[in-house]
Every structure is written in C-alpha cells, then in structure tokens.
C-alpha cells in the first residue's frame, strides 16, 4: 500500500525529482525552499524527512545535495515480466547462436502457460503446424528437463538450436518437425546435445 502525502510534500518532491532530471543532482534544502516559498529551512526539512519517512526518498548522511529518489513501484510490475530477446533460433536449420542478445521486452504475464526465461526468434517454418511460424517470438522456460512429446528448445553440435518437438522413447531420441517436407533431428550420441528449455508460449511477429 502506498502512504499518501500532503499536497506541500507533494510539491516539495515534484520539485526535487524535476530538478535531478534537468541537472543530474538534487537541490539544496535553501534552493527547496526559496522555489516554493519556505522560507525557513527547518520547515523544508521537515516536508524532506516526512517524504523519507514515507519511503518517497532518501537523505544520505554527511554528503552535500543528498536526497535520492527512492523509485515508485509500477503497479504493471506484478503482471509483467521484463524478456531479453536473444538472437534468433531456428525453427528449421539451426542456426542460432547463444551468445547474442539483441534486447529486452515488457510483455504479459498472462500469454505464457509456463513462466518464460527469455524469448528467441524463430527462422524457418518446420514447426508451422504448431503454430509456430517464422518470425514469431518464442518464449523458452530454461530447464535441462523434458519429456516425450513436449516442445523443447534443444542445442545441438555445440552451438546450433533449434525448436522442435521431441521424441523420446528408450534410448531413442528425435526432435521432430510439424510441417511438410521437412526432416526430423537425430542427434549424434556424439555431439554436443542438450535440452535447453521448453516452449512457454510465443508473440506473433509482425
């Protein structure tokens, strides 16, 4: 719950975060007061501890222009998840590398079946009976574990991903397309295999 403060204390911490914004450091408690009319700097003071008192600030000890801004939670936070969309996987030939990261994303909580560790972008259309069509945003739960028939981000050869469904019975393990014309992936026992998440839902790309 937020702790409403009064319409001066208001008007003394609009005033600070407009000055940090246009000079990069807060005001002096005489530049407060003289920019609102107080003309005591006790007075100032007090509206300055009362603000921090109600966690709108902080005053650190012993340095001069000492007030920090203490940022206001978003009330989206709870339902939003902040994504780093890493490079681009492909959805048919792998050719995705890891080492990538292009940007982050504020995207819904709500559009995921499980909570989502970072998005890749799908090249290719080998999962288009999925759903999964090139250019989509795919969002990957990062875990080694997976069952038969679930969606996985898998990497293979080292440093190739890809998106596919798997096929996992005995000692057998395919990834599997859905779409025509394209070929299943047998990972070489030899290779560089692993499970690297599992499909939590996508963005349609544009």
Not at 50 to 62: F, Q, Y
Not at 94 to 121: C, E, I, M, N, T
């Amino acid at each position: 719950m937020t702790i409403q403060i009064t319409s001066r204390q208001s008007n003394v911490l609009a005033f600070i975060r407009a000055r940090i914004e246009r000079d990069g450091q807060s005001p002096t408690l005489e530049e407060i007061g003289a920019a609102l009319g107080i003309d005591n700097v006790s007075a100032v003071l007090k509206h300055v501890r009362s603000l921090e008192a109600k966690g709108r600030l902080t005053i650190e000890p012993n340095r001069a222009r000492s007030i920090r801004l203490v940022r206001e939670p978003d009330p989206m936070d709870a339902d939003t998840l902040d994504l780093p969309l890493i490079g681009r996987i492909a959805a048919g030939e792998p050719l995705f590398s890891a080492s990538r990261v292009d940007r982050s994303l504020r995207v819904s909580r709500s559009l995921f079946r499980l909570r989502p560790d970072y998005l890749v972008k799908v090249v290719g259309d080998s999962m288009r009976d999925e759903g999964i069509l090139d250019g989509d945003l795919v969002a990957v739960h990062a875990t080694p574990v997976a069952r038969h028939g679930q969606v996985v981000a898998a990497r293979v050869d080292g440093d190739r991903f890809t998106i596919k469904r798997l096929y996992w019975k005995g000692d057998v393990i395919r990834l599997m397309p859905n779409s025509p014309g394209f070929q299943p992936i047998d990972p070489d026992p030899t290779e560089d295999f692993a499970i690297e998440g599992l499909f939590a839902g996508l963005l349609r790309g544009s």
